[in-house]
């Protein structure tokens, strides 16, 4: 059984970092990326990684800010994100597909998502 989990979410201050983490158990991916959701709005790319690792992309929303890393011992893919504004509040997914991509539908599993709220 395929598996994602994300952790790390949070109720923060603007300015402040978090790193979220998602374990995938069952299987690795070609591929993985981070997703967020914000209440009324569409599903938002924000970073994706080969499996090597050597080969990122990122949102220009996100760019300089986050950071996407993984740790295929442990099948483990993070997103460090700093000086974190209000407008980042939102539900975070992890994703995992053969290819990099911004689309969600390029993706085949999906975390359940994890909370990060961003007072201001």
């Known amino acids: 059984q395929v598996q994602l989990v994300e952790s790390g979410g949070g109720l923060v201050q603007a300015g402040d970092s978090l790193r979220l983490s998602c374990s995938a158990s069952?299987?690795?991916?070609?591929?993985m990326g981070w997703f967020r959701q914000a209440p009324g709005k569409g599903r938002e790319f924000l970073a994706s990684?080969?499996?090597?690792?050597?080969?990122?992309y990122y949102a220009d929303s996100v760019k300089g800010r986050f950071t996407i890393s993984r740790t295929n011992a442990k099948n483990t893919v993070y997103l460090q994100m700093n000086t974190l504004k209000s407008e980042d509040t939102a539900v975070y997914y992890c994703a995992g597909g053969s290819l990099t991509s911004s689309r969600p539908e390029q993706y085949n599993y999906w975390g359940q998502g994890t909370q990060v709220t961003v007072s201001s």
């Open positions: 069952g299987r690795t991916f070609g591929a």
């Open positions: 990684i080969t499996k090597s690792g050597n080969t990122r």
